[in-house]
């Protein structure tokens, strides 16, 4: 358990002038590892074994461990995640014309001048790497100039178990093999392709299309974010106003939040000792919340 301490100071004018402290303490349980999983778009263009799986990712000091549990279908073909973890990347696939291997092959959505499939990266995404794998192998690359080799092949991912039946595949990329030094969060968006660069509508991070795209250009408008701290909260206002009687309302909201257990509201007359006044449960959402409590 981790506690986020996050003080506010109002001046309320009455007859006098007087300072009332609040202390708003956030309670957070957080698992051995800083852990979101992420689900896939819902579609079902190679069998949903992506848009009806889920990407969990955690991490420690020095590695990040991924979990992938697939949806209904088979999961025969390659999921690639681009990641973008520093400065600079790629907006669009177009370059990419790597096709030394299906995986090098699903990750550049390139197989041949004729069967092609170009990916647009979303606004504020430009993807520096990428891990590709699928039931046999999970292979890590960094995103380079285009041509015949765009990427290089930085390691292995270590992927457990192998095979088409397996339910949930588990892979692990060290955080200097995809250039994170200090911050932990970074970008991702997952694209489900065959390995003769043949696109599914089967997404992590974005809605997809209606269809497959095939062999046929394909523009993304979103992605996901791994916060990776340790307590991945976000407020965006804190309010207080008189209500009735000698009464304060107090308001936060919070832009998203992710394993946050609860808020416990303090209030001290003199900034040092505080005494509880309420204790409000988090929704743990990743979309905006609104809370109220009166004092």
């Known amino acids: 358990v981790r506690n986020l301490q996050v003080y506010f100071t109002y001046t309320h004018k009455k007859l006098i002038m007087k300072k009332l402290y609040i202390f708003l303490l956030l309670c957070a349980t957080v698992p051995a590892f800083c852990q979101q999983t992420f689900p896939g778009n819902g579609k079902s263009g190679f069998g949903a074994a992506v848009g009806a799986g889920s990407l969990k990712i955690s991490n420690d000091a020095t590695t990040y461990s991924f979990t992938f549990t697939k949806g209904a279908g088979d999961f ?6 681009y990641i973008d973890s520093k ?3 790629f907006s669009s696939t177009v370059g ?8 090098r092959t699903a990750t550049s959505g390139y197989s041949s001048a004729t069967n092609k499939s170009i990916l647009t990266f979303p606004a504020g995404f430009l993807p520096d790497y990428a891990v ?6 999970a292979a890590i690359f960094e995103l380079v100039n285009g041509g015949p080799v765009s990427f290089n092949y930085i390691g292995s991912g270590n992927l457990t178990p192998t095979g088409n039946m397996t339910p949930v595949f588990s892979f692990s990329v060290l955080k200097s093999q995809i250039g994170i030094t200090s911050d932990p969060s970074f970008k991702l968006l997952g694209t489900y392709n065959a390995t003769s660069a043949f696109r599914s509508n089967e997404f992590v991070g974005d809605a997809g299309p209606a269809a497959n795209p095939e062999f046929t250009d394909y523009t993304a408008t979103t992605f996901n974010t791994y916060t990776g701290g340790v307590l991945p909260l976000q407020f965006s206002n804190f309010s207080l106003k008189k209500s009735a009687g000698n009464a304060v309302q107090l308001s936060w909201n919070t832009a998203q939040e992710f394993n946050v257990s609860h808020f ?6 003199n900034g040092r000792n505080y005494t509880s006044i ?3 449960a988090a929704k743990n959402t990743l979309v905006a919340n609104t809370y109220t409590t009166t004092d």
């Not at 990419?96 to 995986?103: A, I, T, Y």
């Not at 590709?132 to 192998?137: K, L, R, S, T, V």
Request: aromatic share 10%.
């Open 76 to 81: 025969n073909d390659a999921l690639v995640i």
């Open 87 to 89: 400065a600079g990347g």
């Open 96 to 103: 990419f014309q790597d096709n030394n291997d299906g995986l």
């Open 132 to 137: 590709a794998f699928d039931q046999g192998f």
């Open 264 to 269: 416990d509201i303090m209030r001290s007359s």
């Open 278 to 280: 309420a204790t409000v």
